[in-house]
């Protein structure tokens, strides 16, 4: 059997051919967010702020997703680097059933908790209605991203980077034609308002979910998809969430530290936490194409590993690191030299200027030493470590960064408020490189031998 390109291509020319589609399709979900909230917005602000209060419960979706999907990816490259092609299989077979119960149980989320979730947030009566029709309908129907999620990842796993750049492109293009159609009542079709807005995000992962699985039956020869022949074993979920856990845990970080700094952030002016939330927006672009990157490297990584090939991993993680801090430089550039610029792309007024320009020329600072510790952060879970990656992230958010930002915040004066994330990062940095340290001595070194 000839051996897969993840452990004889050479490895600038591999981690290009495997980041590249994946940058390219997260870029595309980022225009996306960006998208589907300027459609709804133009219902009526409280439709706009109806969706907003679902993104905790949309977030923690993705979370698990992913998550998951971490988990899948790094076993099943190792495996195929093993040439443990049984093992391989069953990883696969039982994360997309694992997939289908997550699916399940978001499902009786979404018919029980949705309005009793949105009765948690507000006393109106018209967003908690309009909320309950978006959320219920996104969860009821969640199994489609879930199984986006899953075939997705075993194609990754199997370096096959470009197939989902078109699924995930196919899926972002399909919501963003669909969002006006079914929010308006465009060309015939009736007038649903932010219900549209959820119908056309499920029809887009439903789109996005069936071309990846053709995908996988009729271009991914490295994997056998057979759930009547892989039941789902406890040692093989063990597996899976050993590794994916500690990223469900860091994705669900980011939702109570953005709590936490619109908290803070109030306490000056609603304009601050404006300003806070449209930094989240704007910074995506630049986050977004790193977290492609990793998705590419992390089974180049497992593989190599699983193949023992230390040279291989240790040349990846350089080459990604330099990429990263590349595609950081350039998103300081933007922040630094043009904050006007990106702000008025949501039409900010005087007062959100007078915030935000100063509040985008601090926080970018941290950039500069943000690509080191997310791409490090992937290598831990590529190599079954990734408790580390877990450890950084929850000091990163909850112990250093919350904490700063509201010490920063006694001065009185909001501009200090944004230096905490370039003090986190700095700390976020150094744990990462001790971490790695480790790793390399323990995890990668021994491979020499």
């Not at 899948?72 to 994360?95: C, F, P």
């Not at 550039?333 to 702000?343: E, K």
């Not at 985008?360 to 950039?367: D, E, P, S, T, V």
């Not at 510790?373 to 250093?400: D, E, K």
Request: proline letters at 3%.
């Amino acid at each position: 059997m000839e051996e897969n390109k993840m452990g004889v291509m050479p490895v600038n020319k591999l981690l290009i051919s495997m980041a590249l589609p994946m940058m390219i399709s997260m870029l595309v979900q980022a225009l996306y967010n960006i998208v589907d909230s300027m459609f709804v917005a133009q219902i009526s602000e409280n439709a706009l702020t109806a969706v907003s209060l679902a993104f905790p419960a949309q977030n923690l979706m993705i979370a698990v997703g992913t998550g998951t999907g971490v988990g899948i990816n790094a076993l099943v490259s190792r495996s195929l680097g093993e040439r443990n092609q049984e093992r391989a299989n069953l990883i696969a077979n039982n994360g997309l059933a694992l997939y289908v119960i997550s699916g399940i149980l978001f499902a009786i989320f979404g018919l029980l908790g949705s309005n009793l979730f949105f009765r948690a947030q507000t006393d109106d009566p018209e967003i908690v209605r309009l909320g309950t029709e978006y959320l219920r309908i996104c969860c009821l129907l969640s199994t489609a991203i879930f199984l986006q999620f899953g075939f997705e990842r075993i194609l990754q796993a199997t370096g096959r980077t470009f197939y989902t750049m078109l699924t995930q492109g196919l899926g972002a293009i399909v919501n963003i034609i669909m969002d006006p159609i079914l929010i308006f009542g465009l060309f015939g079709a009736p007038k649903l308002g932010v219900r549209g807005a959820a119908i056309a995000t499920v029809f887009g992962q439903i789109c996005a979910a069936s071309l990846a699985c053709f995908f996988n039956k009729k271009k991914n020869d490295d994997i056998v998809i057979n759930p009547k022949k892989y039941h789902l074993q406890a040692h093989a979920v063990k597996s899976i969430y050993a590794i994916g856990i500690p990223s469900i845990c860091m994705a669900s970080i980011g939702s109570i530290m953005t709590f936490g700094m619109n908290k803070i952030l109030i306490g000056f002016t609603s304009t601050a936490a404006a300003v806070f939330g449209v930094y989240f927006k704007l910074q995506s672009f630049v986050f977004m194409p790193i977290f492609g990157l990793n998705n590419g490297m992390v089974p180049i990584i497992s593989y190599n590993y699983g193949a023992r090939r230390p040279n291989r991993v240790k040349k990846t993680i350089k080459l990604a690191v330099c990429y990263a801090e590349g595609i950081m430089l350039a998103g300081f550039c933007i922040f630094q030299f043009a904050p006007r610029q990106v702000l008025s792309i949501f039409a900010a007024s005087d007062a959100m200027l007078a915030i935000g320009i100063p509040a985008m020329r601090i926080i970018c600072l941290h950039f500069l030493l943000a690509g080191v510790s997310i791409v490090l952060s992937s290598v831990f879970q590529a190599l079954g470590n990734g408790v580390f990656s877990l450890i950084v992230s929850v000091c990163r958010q909850l112990f250093v960064l919350l904490p700063a930002a509201w010490l920063l915040a006694q001065t009185g004066s909001v501009n200090n408020v944004w230096w905490a994330f370039l003090i986190a990062e700095f700390v976020s940095v150094l744990m990462s490189l001790a971490f790695y340290a480790r790793i390399n001595k323990t995890t990668i070194a021994p491979l020499y031998h």
